[in-house]
């Protein structure tokens, strides 16, 4: 089994096992104990978090990823990892004296006006800051292709911390501003491990010199920022003006529905962390015919994979929400299936977005985002007021399609491929197929027996093509392997 599948199976464990915690945590504990919302208030913080963070990180961790494997030799790469370490460092010299004289501006731009939200400010400054420097070491191990841990303390490390956390809360050992503090410290002990574990992996030799590309690295940096800034605004906007447009709890009700869908994602995000750095060194070889290769292979797999992950998500729905049974949280059954069907869109593009981000043509991922994230307040500002949460969700599933298709045009037009075979077909009509099927099943008594039943026929009827037709050698060597581990 090559590094890519071996890897990427340690990684799905990894995301698979956050997810699982993550779902404790955003199904029981937070909705049990502190309540909806307690809930509303830290998903808000966060994702205005996650809207600060590209600009601290000004892009970096883009760079080293694409510059990497063109550095001649260790020179050259040194110098680069010295770089992208240094210049958030000036980011942030220069951004200091601006919030110190702005400040007011500033915490009432990221609050929204709402008291709760100013109350943490300091938790959105701070945790952009430790996010934006453990992306950047994150992508130093991928480069060296130890992308395993690093994976670890993306996806289960914050989980398991607030899982932590929630427990304290319930059992009245901490309040609310200890657990906002105490998250704090653990962004930054997270951000310690990483360091030493790339310093483990690799030290640099310090260099005084600039990169001899540098112009060019830093002009990819500003680039990729303004990208990964409206990204940002993409992916968090829906939550921030649902806070803003409506209240605390639809947020929370919302972000349980986003987490549902995003276990169809969690496939990609594993593959993504090994094959990006493959992706890159593919183009800066000009090997068109292995880009290709890793372009149908990862979209074919990942159609298989997060195909059956949403069948199981959205044939189950309802039972799900039943068990969960809280008040409120089902309101966003609808949520979670306008938004799977983006998040499966995007899965079938494989390795796609790498290909653009790491290209010679990566301003294009500017010209995407930037439009993209200004149809997404325009859409977000109409249909959140209209509809409530399925109008957020429909603004969503229209961005990802806006999106996804200029990429597809786009690497078409430059490289003349694209991710779809006959044998993405094949599965995808297999897929609608299975779901006309399963959809008639009637729910039993017993929400719990409805899930198993249903989910077992889905991965029996979905065997009986995938075999038959030996759609993924890649995922049978996977099966197999684990099958004589076990057996």
Request: proline letters at 3%.
């Amino acid at each position: 089994m090559g590094i890519v599948g071996r890897q990427s199976i340690y990684n799905t464990l990894s995301i698979g096992f956050a997810f699982i915690i993550g779902a404790i945590n955003m199904l029981i504990l937070y909705p049990s104990f502190p309540g909806k919302e307690f809930q509303g208030l830290i998903v808000a913080l966060l994702a205005n978090s996650n809207l600060l963070q590209p600009f601290i990180s000004f892009g970096v961790q883009h760079t080293l990823i694409k510059f990497f494997s063109s550095s001649k030799n260790k020179s050259e790469k040194d110098r680069l990892l010295w770089f992208v370490l240094l210049l958030p460092i000036l980011v942030l010299i220069i951004l200091i004296p601006f919030y110190t004289y702005f400040d007011f501006e500033i915490v009432n731009f990221l609050s929204n006006g709402n008291e709760g939200v100013t109350h943490f400010t300091f938790l959105i400054i701070a945790i952009a800051i430790s996010t934006a420097y453990f992306e950047i070491f994150f992508s130093w191990l991928r480069v060296h292709f130890k992308s395993v841990f690093g994976n670890f303390l993306k996806e289960v490390y914050p989980r398991l911390l607030t899982f932590l956390l929630l427990i304290l809360y319930a059992f009245g050992i901490i309040n609310l501003d200890s657990f906002v503090n105490y998250l704090i410290v653990g962004y930054y002990l997270r951000l310690i491990i990483v360091i030493g574990y790339s310093f483990k992996i690799y030290i640099p030799s310090f260099e005084f010199f600039l990169p001899k590309s540098w112009r060019q690295m830093l002009r990819y940096s500003f680039l990729i920022f303004l990208s990964g800034a409206s990204a940002s605004l993409i992916l968090d906007i829906d939550k921030s003006m649902i806070f803003s447009l409506i209240s605390e709890e639809n947020v929370a009700f919302y972000a349980v529905a986003l987490y549902i869908t995003a276990v169809i994602e969690a496939p990609g995000r594993a593959m993504f962390q090994i094959t990006s750095p493959m992706v890159a060194k593919a183009l800066n070889e000009n090997d068109k015919l292995n880009l290709e290769k890793l372009l149908k292979k990862s979209s074919l797999n990942l159609m298989i994979v997060s195909g059956i992950i949403f069948l199981i998500i959205n044939l189950n729905l309802i039972d799900f929400y039943k068990i969960l049974n809280k008040e409120g949280y089902a309101s966003a059954i609808g949520v979670v299936v306008i938004v799977s069907i983006g998040k499966f869109f995007s899965m079938s593009m494989g390795c796609l977005n790498n290909i653009i981000s790491n290209s010679k043509y990566y301003i294009y991922v500017f010209w995407f985002s930037v439009s993209s994230a200004i149809l997404a307040i325009i859409l977000n500002f109409i249909l959140i007021k209209s509809y409530g949460i399925i109008g957020a969700s429909i603004a969503t599933l229209i961005v990802i399609i806006f999106i996804n298709s200029c990429k597809i045009l786009l690497v078409y037009f430059l490289y003349k491929i694209h991710p779809y075979s006959l044998k993405t077909m094949e599965v995808f009509i297999s897929l609608v197929v299975i779901y006309g099927l399963i959809y008639l099943i009637p729910s039993f008594q017993s929400s719990w027996i409805s899930i198993f039943i249903r989910t077992a026929l889905i991965l029996f009827l979905f065997s009986i093509p995938f075999f038959s037709f030996g759609w993924s050698k890649d995922i049978i060597d996977v099966i197999n392997n684990i099958r004589r581990k076990l057996f």
